[in-house]
T-cell receptor, first 113, second 113 residues
C-alpha cells in the first residue's frame, strides 16, 4: 500500500529566507507525486506534480520539488518565501491503476517578518 | 466560473439529523471524489465515482451514501448524523487516471451539535 510521511508538523521561516519541506513516500513502483497548498478556510490547490521525466519539477508561486528515487523523497523548495506562503502544505502519492491519492499529514508553514 | 463547487460551505446541524452536500464540476473530468479532513487536517478518501460508477468505497459507515446522477455531479448524503462526523468534506475531480492530480472544491465544514 502506498503511504506518505511528512516529518515536520510545523515549520517557521523568516520572510525572504529559503524553505524546504520534506516528504517521503512508500510505494513499490514509480509513484505519481504531488504537492498541494491549503490556505486557511480554503480548498487544496495543486502546486506541482511529478510522474515521469525530469526529476526537478517547477510549480506555481515559485515552488519546485525534486524526486529522489534512492531516498524515496519528494521535497518541496522555495528560494525566498513571502508572507502569503503561510499555509498548510500536503504531499500526496498516487500510482497507475490506483485511482486514489494518499495524502501526508501536512506541514504548517508560519512566516515571521 | 468555479471549477469544482460545493454547497453548502457551512452546515451546522443536530445529532440524528440527515443532511446532504452537493458537488458539481465543470471541467469535463471523468472521476470525482469525496475526502474527509478531520480536526488534525488529515485527509482520507471516502468515495470515488468514475463516469457515474462507484470505483472506490473506503471503510465508511453506511450512514454515508454517495450519489452521482451524472459525471459532473457527486452528492453526499449522511443519515443519523453523529458528533464524530464533524469535519470538513472536500469534493475533488480528475481526468482519467491519477497522474493528473485532483482539482478540489473549497470544502463544506460540517458541525454536528
Amino acid at each position: 500500500a502506498q503511504s506518505v510521511t511528512q516529518p515536520d508538523i510545523h515549520i517557521t521561516v523568516s520572510e525572504g529566507a529559503s524553505l524546504e519541506l520534506r516528504c517521503n513516500y512508500s510505494y513499490g513502483a514509480t509513484p505519481y507525486l504531488f504537492w498541494y497548498v491549503q490556505s486557511p478556510g480554503q480548498g487544496l490547490q495543486l502546486l506541482l506534480k511529478y510522474f515521469s521525466g525530469d526529476t526537478l519539477v517547477q510549480g506555481i508561486k515559485g515552488f519546485e520539488a525534486e524526486f529522489k528515487r534512492s531516498q524515496s523523497s519528494f521535497n518541496l523548495r522555495k528560494p525566498s518565501v513571502h508572507w502569503s506562503d503561510a499555509a498548510e502544505y500536503f504531499c500526496a502519492v498516487g500510482a497507475e491503476g490506483n485511482e486514489k491519492l494518499t495524502f501526508g499529514t501536512g506541514t504548517r508553514l508560519t512566516i515571521i517578518p | 466560473d468555479t471549477a469544482v463547487s460545493q454547497t453548502p460551505k457551512y452546515l451546522v446541524t443536530q445529532m440524528g439529523n440527515d443532511k446532504s452536500i452537493k458537488c458539481e464540476q465543470n471541467l469535463g473530468h471523468d472521476t470525482m471524489y469525496w475526502y474527509k479532513q478531520d480536526s488534525k487536517k488529515f485527509l482520507k478518501i471516502m468515495f470515488s465515482y468514475n463516469n457515474k460508477e462507484l470505483i472506490i468505497n473506503e471503510t465508511v459507515p453506511n450512514r454515508f451514501s454517495p450519489k452521482s446522477p451524472d459525471k459532473a455531479h457527486l452528492n453526499l448524503h449522511i443519515n443519523s448524523l453523529e458528533l464524530g462526523d464533524s469535519a470538513v468534506y472536500f469534493c475533488a475531480s480528475s481526468p482519467m487516471g491519477p497522474r493528473y492530480g485532483y482539482t478540489f472544491g473549497s470544502g463544506t465544514r460540517l458541525t454536528v451539535v
